[in-house]
Structure formats: structure tokens, C-alpha cells
């Protein structure tokens, strides 16, 4: 005789999702997987530490990159999986990192058992406590090595007044950094001026035409594909908090969104080349043979 009620509902494990339970997979190279949240699909071009936690870039068919928490809250093939570091790519990290190990984070070669020197004469300015944080994380290790430290200015307004303090001369080079030096701009017209001051010789002054620091960062760093168009009239530094989703009511908050996107800064290969360019002349000035020491 057919039961004429069916099966019993409770019977089985009747706790099962629709889609079953989710299974772990490795997030290796070329995997497409989708985000449940979001709805965003592509395939796991890497997966990294930022921010104090595993990230996993994913590149859609238009060739986008957004960075997801590895972890839950995926689909592959229509099925939940939780992405898990692959073992296989580990070991080969672990290789790259010995290798990258024998490099500085501005690709210099390492040396090993090389004491930082006594401070220079010469010295390079930078606009910011943000630039001098970029700035030691990919080329300190190179300018301790030449005893060369990096001072803060307070803007570039007063900048030939504070040429003038320093007193360039023989053995005593300034490098400055200045942020969005693009011509027609109040930094430009600054900059003009004070190339053509009395100690000119011994200056060199170069910049970056990024609106802030935080810009010479490879968007794609951040899971995007190019930095936010900020409207003026709106603090830009708020701007791209919010478009990041970073809380940016205070300046604790702003302070630790530049903490987490300056993590994401790994060598010199994640920053933009005008950036690099103008860094490592600076360097190359002030360390001159000849320069900053008697």
C-alpha cells in the first residue's frame, strides 16, 4: 500500500540549504566563483594579506578587479564553497618570498650585516606624515644605508623659507616631494619661484600630479579599477573612504583608512611610475658621490 502523505518531511538531515552545504576549495589561479553578496563573478587572479586579513581578486569578463575576504559567502557553479589559501600556491610563495627576500622593497639588492649610517647633510622633504610613511615603507631600508633622513614640511606655501633655514649648499643637498605639482596650480607656481632662488644649485624639487599621496597607490591594490573622481568642494580624502566603504567621520578614521591602504603597499611595483620617478631621483641627488658628508 502507497503512503498517500509521502515521505516523512523530518526524516534525513532536513537542516540542508537549497543549494547543500557549502565545501571548502582552494582559491587557485583561474577558479570563477561568484559572490553571494554582491553578485559579483570572476575568476581568483591572487590572494593576499591586507588589512590584517586574507583578500582574494577576482577579475571579471571585462577584465575589473575587486578584492573579497576569503573565506564564505561564495558560489562555484551555483554551489556554496568557502575559498581556502591553496596549498599548492603556498609552497610557491614560500620560494618568492626567499627570492624577494634578497631584494629591498625598491627592488635595491639586500646587504646583509650593513649598519644604517650616520645622518647626512643633505636630506629630502616631503609634504606629509603620510608621504614620509610611503616613503619609508619602500625605500627606508636604502637610505639608512646612505644616512639619508626624510624631513616634513608643513605644506609647500612657506617652501622658500624653509630652503632658506636649511641652507643648501656644498655637501648639503635638499630634495623635496611635492604633491600635485601639475602646472597652473599654486604648487607649480611655488615650485617656479624657488627654482630660481639663491640656492637653486643644491635644490632639486619634483612631485607627483596626484591630488594626495594615497593616490600614487595602484588602484588595482584596493579592488578597483581606478581611483574615484572625488567633486570639488568635498574633502577628497573623505570622499575615498566613503566610496571604499572606510568610516571617515573623524580623523582617527582617516587615519587608519591610509593605515590599511598603505598595507596594501607590498613594493615599489604597487606604486604609479611618477611617483617612482621622481623618489628615486631625489635619491640619486642627495646621494651623489660627493654629497652630504665632508
Known sequence: MSDRYGSDVLSGDWKV???GRSREVEAEPGLVVEDVETGWCGAVTRVEKAGGMRVVHLEDRRGRTR???LGPGFLL??????LVPATSRARAELEEA?????R???????????????ASGSRIFVEGGHDAELVEKVWGDDLRVEGVVVELLDGVDDLAAA????QPGAGRRMGVLVDHLVPGTKEHRVVRSCARGPHAEHVRILGHPYVDVWQSVRPERLGLGAWPVIP??????????AHLGLPHESQADIARAWKWILGTVRSYADLEPTLLASVEELIDFVTEPGQGRP
Open 163 to 166: 630652503i632658506a633655514e636649511f
Open 17 to 19: 540549504p537549497p543549494r
Open 77 to 82: 557553479d551555483g554551489s556554496p564553497v568557502v
Open 104 to 118: 629591498t622593497a625598491s627592488g635595491s639588492r639586500a646587504v646583509d650585516g650593513v649598519r644604517a649610517r650616520v
Open 232 to 241: 570639488r568642494g568635498q574633502s577628497w580624502k573623505h570622499g575615498i573612504c
Open 67 to 69: 578584492g573579497f575576504p
Open 98 to 102: 626567499r627570492r624577494v627576500a634578497s
